[in-house]
């Protein structure tokens, strides 16, 4: 069922996602092509704040700030978890691998990989406030348009 706290935490997360995306870009390799990696992480950011953060809004100011915690995490695992799939995707279609559970163990190397470069101090502190405003403005939503 569609309700403004949804639709608010949707927009947020994906508002966040966006940043982030921006803010991992300068982190990675110089040959590194990007495709369509903002749009895929702004997608992510919608669904995440749709589905995990919308429908657990209205419950205080404290569930608001942990319900922006789950979300910023669910858009981290889910961001570094595609963006592996699409990695592993990539060499696999290069022949790097000799079967089918290389290729899916290479998923999870890929992403601790990944998890590594993103582990700095400023998207730290970007999410932190991402976690806040996402979830102070859809708790604002959910209470203000029930």
Same mark, same amino acid.
């Given at each position: 069922?569609?309700?403004?706290?949804?639709?608010? !935490?949707?927009?947020?997360?994906? =508002?966040?996602?966006?940043?982030?995306?921006?803010?991992?870009?300068? /982190?990675?390799? %110089?040959?590194?092509?990007?495709?369509?990696?903002?749009?895929? &992480?702004?997608?992510? $950011?919608?669904?995440?704040?749709?589905?995990?953060? @919308?429908?657990?809004? $209205?419950?205080?100011?404290?569930?608001?700030?942990? &319900?922006?915690?789950? @979300?910023?995490?669910?858009?981290?695992?889910? *961001?570094?978890?595609?963006? !592996? =799939? &699409?990695?592993?995707?990539?060499?696999?279609?290069?022949?790097?691998?000799?079967?089918?559970?290389? +290729?899916?163990? +290479?998923?999870?190397?890929? *992403?601790? %990989?990944?998890?590594?470069?993103? !582990?700095?101090?400023?998207?730290?502190? @970007? /999410?932190?406030? *991402?976690?806040?405003?996402?979830?102070?403005?859809?708790?604002?939503? !959910? &209470?203000?348009?029930?």
């Amino acid at each position: 069922m569609p309700t403004a706290a949804r639709l608010m !935490a949707a927009f947020c997360v994906a =508002i966040t996602a966006y940043f982030i995306s921006l803010m991992v870009m300068p /982190l990675m390799p %110089e040959s590194t092509d990007f495709g369509y990696f903002i749009p895929v &992480n702004i997608c992510i $950011g919608l669904g995440v704040g749709w589905i995990a953060m @919308g429908r657990r809004a $209205g419950r205080g100011t404290t569930a608001a700030i942990n &319900n922006g915690l789950t @979300g910023m995490f669910l858009l981290m695992l889910w *961001g570094i978890g595609v963006q !592996a =799939i &699409n990695e592993m995707v990539r060499l696999a279609m290069r022949n790097r691998y000799d079967g089918p559970f290389e +290729a899916v163990v +290479a998923i999870f190397k890929i *992403g601790a %990989e990944y998890a590594v470069i993103v !582990a700095t101090v400023p998207i730290g502190i @970007g /999410l932190l406030v *991402g976690t806040v405003f996402c979830g102070l403005l859809t708790e604002f939503a !959910a &209470n203000r348009w029930p």
